[in-house]
Structures are given as structure tokens and as C-alpha cells.
């Protein structure tokens, strides 16, 4: 039965900076931690059903979040509600797609389309949708602790208060406190997470069409300086993003390595001489694969907390989007039956699972192959082959399903060798 005791009237221009006011011995339905794409997409579809959705972040909105913003315009087909605010969202497609070899000697070039987005735009707007959709929004509100009781769960924040709601989503991201909390993940593997380094950087609008044509290429570098990782470089309306993420066993001295990169960028081209770095952030991405479990009692994991993320670009919008619609719609379904057991939440891992979840599972070997000793080797090998080479763009583009499989990647790789060997 959806939750009617309060109506709350979200259409005032100062929606995103407000705290409300509630009543502390009021049960929400669902409490979520985190308006990212993950919280914002659970919310808007939860309030939709009427359900009593308050939506916390320890941010006031619009808040940057550290991100390289590419995304597949098939999101757009994806989530319908997103096509009126398209001219706002979409801050350009980049058409081709470049990768460069760890020794920079060789470039796989494949037309890749990927649209590219400000993250303080794209999560306004996730968050304006999650708000008129009739979510209590709570921002510059941090979630300290969570106790889960047979009949309800109870949020303690900072600035000090107590939220109580039937069931509670973790969509606090890759440091989540709600997944820490239920032990559903302590802390990452430090091969399993990579901590990156990014800067949004102003660039007119002229120089970036004479720099990136008008195919706007972007461009990925694999494992620079022979740390497994990834740099990249997408052009926008009058930005380019530039970044650099090294797997966590192996990104001592982060800052240093990314001011290098962008030393090289500027030697080749692509970045102006003396460009604003100011707006430099570092933020970490779980590359490792999804967590075993991501439910429990009266609670469920979304985005980057439950680490669905592609392993190989870092890239997860899509999937935390999508992770929250099944999530929702479980949800939606214990809270009308009143069951919120672990079991019977359970069936949100087969949705995911079923939907990215095997997909995950392979580019997470597929990342192994890329960052292995031999990756000169292969992009090498591939540089002769048509199927290779796009095999390997359209995995670095945020494309709505990648599926780079590693066992089709390296059998391909075979047959060049053999094809080339017995010149067939
Ligand atoms: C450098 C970098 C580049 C990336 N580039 C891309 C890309 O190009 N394309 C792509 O698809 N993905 C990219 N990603 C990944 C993408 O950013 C994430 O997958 C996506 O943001 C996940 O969404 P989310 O809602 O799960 O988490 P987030 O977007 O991280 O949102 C989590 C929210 O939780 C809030 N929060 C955290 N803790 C608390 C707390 N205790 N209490 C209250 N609120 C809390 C945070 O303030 C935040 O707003 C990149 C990531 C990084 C780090």
C-alpha cells in the first residue's frame, strides 16, 4: 500500500538547497543514502508508485562528482523521462574513438558513438526528477550510521537527526557507508578499485572543433607508464575532460603521474599550453567486478556501492541507473506484501545479474588481458585486424552493453597470428 500520510510539494525553484522539515517519529517507506544517479533513478521510480521516498545526500545540489561524464545516448532510449531535458543533458557525441597502446606506438581508431555530459548537469537533473516525482529531498545531509531492526531501519546523520523507513538503499557510491554498515563489503581489495585523478577543463569552443575535428574524437591510453589503468580525453561543448585512473595497488603518487599525462597531451596536442587545472579532483572507481551479495534485510546496494562498474573504462551511469529501476521494482513489491527479508529481496541480484551482471563478469577478465604485460602485443596484432580493432574501441566507449569477451578477444587474436603465419 503506497505511502499517502504526508504530500509534499517539491516545485519551488529553491528544491535542490532545502532541508525539510520532518517529524522524527514518521517511517518513510524508503530511505535512500545518495542522490547520484543510483539514488536520484530509485527515488523518481518509487515516488512515482506513491511510496514515502526521502532521498539524502551529504552534498547540496548541483554537486560535481568527479567523472568523466561519457555515457551511451541509448540511456535516452533507456529511460524515456530523460528525453525532455536531452538539449540540457547532452554536451556533445563523440564519434571516434581512439586507443592508444601502452607504448604509444600503435592506435586502434573505431567509430564509437559515446555522448558526453556535465555531471553537475546530469545529476540535477536525476535529482529534479526524483523531487517532482514526490521524494523528500534531504541534501547537506550525511548518513554516520544504520542500525537494521526486525521492523524497520533507523539512519543516524550529521547534522544530528534520526530517519526511520521500512527498507534503506545504499546509493552512497564507491566509499559506501550503508554496504560498510551491513557488511556487505568492509572495504575494497586494493587490486579491486582504482583510484583516479580528473579535471574538467575550459577549452573555446573553436579550438576543440580545429583539435578534435569534427568527429570529435576521444581518445583512451592504456596502462600509462606500464601501470594497469587508463588515461582518456573526451572533447564536450566547451570542455575537455582529461583524466587519469590507476588500479590501487599500483597508484602511489597519483597526482604526479596525472600532471605528467597531461604534460604528454599538451606535447601531442590535444590540451592547450598552460591549461586551468584547477578544478583537478581525485575520486575512486571499483574496477574489480560486482560485490557477491548486494541485499540484506531491509536493505539493498545500487551503483557504485554493489561496484557495478565496466572494469575496463570505469564507466557506471548506465549500470547504476538500471541496478535502481530493478531495485525499485523489487522494492516496490515488499513494501505492498510487507516482506523485506533478505530472501525475498534477493530477487533483485537475479535482475541485475541477469541484465549487466555476466557482462560485468567478463570484462573483469577482459580488463586482465588489457592490463597484462602483453597488451603491447595484442594492440600489435590487432592493429591488422578489422574485428580487433573494433572489438577493443567499442569496449572503451561507454556503449549501452559493451560485452568485450576475453575468450573471443584472444581466440581472434589466435587466428590473426595463424592467419598471418600460414598467409591465408
Ligand atoms: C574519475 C571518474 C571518472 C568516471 N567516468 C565515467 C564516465 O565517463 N562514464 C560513466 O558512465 N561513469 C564514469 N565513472 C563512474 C561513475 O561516476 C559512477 O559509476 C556513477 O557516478 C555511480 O553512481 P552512484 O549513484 O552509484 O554513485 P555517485 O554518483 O558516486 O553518488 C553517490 C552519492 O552519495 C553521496 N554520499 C556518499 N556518502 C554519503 C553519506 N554517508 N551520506 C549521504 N550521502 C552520501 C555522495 O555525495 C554522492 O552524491 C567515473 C568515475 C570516476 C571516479
Avoid at 530523460?82 to 592508444?100: A, T
Avoid at 547504476?320 to 527479508?341: F, K, T
Wanted: with cysteine; proline share 4%.
Amino acid at each position: 500500500m503506497p505511502f499517502s500520510c504526508y504530500v509534499f510539494s517539491c516545485t519551488d525553484k529553491n528544491k535542490l538547497a532545502r532541508i525539510p522539515v520532518f517529524m522524527s517519529t514518521m517511517i518513510y517507506d524508503c530511505a535512500i543514502v545518495g542522490a547520484g544517479p543510483a539514488g536520484s533513478t530509485c527515488a523518481r521510480y518509487l515516488a512515482k508508485k506513491g511510496f514515502g521516498v526521502f532521498l539524502l545526500d551529504r552534498h547540496r545540489f548541483p554537486r560535481d562528482k568527479p567523472c568523466g561524464g561519457g555515457f551511451s545516448y541509448g540511456l535516452l532510449d533507456d529511460f524515456p523521462y530523460l528525453k525532455k531535458r536531452e538539449k540540457e543533458m547532452v554536451h556533445g557525441i563523440c564519434q571516434v574513438g581512439v586507443v592508444h597502446s601502452p607504448n604509444r606506438k600503435i592506435t586502434l581508431r573505431g567509430h564509437v558513438e559515446m555522448a558526453v555530459t556535465l555531471r553537475t548537469v546530469l545529476d540535477s537533473i536525476l535529482v529534479e526528477e526524483a523531487v517532482d516525482a514526490g521524494s523528500v529531498p534531504a541534501f547537506g545531509l550525511q548518513a554516520k550510521d544504520i542500525r537494521i531492526s526486525s521492523d524497520c531501519v533507523r539512519i543516524q546523520t550529521s547534522p544530528e537527526r534520526e530517519i526511520k523507513a521500512r527498507v534503506v538503499v545504499g546509493a552512497d557510491g564507491a566509499n559506501s557507508m550503508v554496504a560498510r554498515a551491513t557488511g556487505l563489503n568492509r572495504k575494497w581489495q586494493a587490486n579491486a578499485v582504482t583510484p583516479c585523478r580528473v579535471a574538467e577543463i575550459a577549452m573555446h569552443p573553436d579550438l576543440i572543433d580545429d583539435t578534435y575535428r569534427e568527429e570529435r574524437e576521444y581518445h583512451f591510453y592504456a596502462n600509462l607508464e606500464g601501470r594497469p589503468g587508463y588515461g582518456w580525453i573526451f572533447p564536450k561543448k566547451n570542455t575537455v575532460n582529461v583524466g587519469l585512473g590507476i588500479v590501487a595497488s599500483y597508484a602511489s603518487g597519483l597526482p604526479a603521474h596525472f600532471d605528467r599525462f597531461v604534460g604528454f597531451l599538451m606535447r601531442e596536442g590535444l590540451l592547450g599550453k598552460g591549461c586551468n587545472l584547477s578544478t583537478a579532483k581525485g575520486a575512486l572507481v571499483p574496477t574489480g567486478g560486482t560485490l557477491e551479495k548486494t541485499y540484506a534485510d531491509r536493505c539493498l546496494l545500487v551503483g557504485d556501492s554493489a561496484g557495478f562498474v565496466n572494469p575496463i573504462t570505469g564507466g557506471g551511469i548506465s549500470y547504476a541507473m538500471r541496478a535502481a529501476r530493478h531495485a525499485s521494482q523489487v522494492i516496490n513489491e515488499g513494501l505492498d506484501r510487507d516482506d523485506l527479508s533478505s530472501s525475498f529481496l534477493s530477487e533483485y541480484q537475479r535482475l541485475w545479474y541477469n541484465d549487466f551482471g555476466m557482462s560485468i563478469n567478463q570484462m573483469v577478465l577482459a580488463q586482465k588481458v588489457f592490463t597484462s604485460p602483453y597488451t603491447d602485443l595484442l594492440f600489435e596484432i590487432g592493429s591488422r585486424d578489422r574485428t580487433i580493432r573494433q572489438m577493443v574501441t567499442s569496449s572503451m566507449a561507454e556503449s549501452e552493453d559493451p560485452r568485450p569477451d576475453a575468450k573471443r578477444l584472444l581466440a581472434r587474436t589466435l587466428w590473426v597470428c595463424l592467419r598471418e603465419a600460414l598467409n591465408l
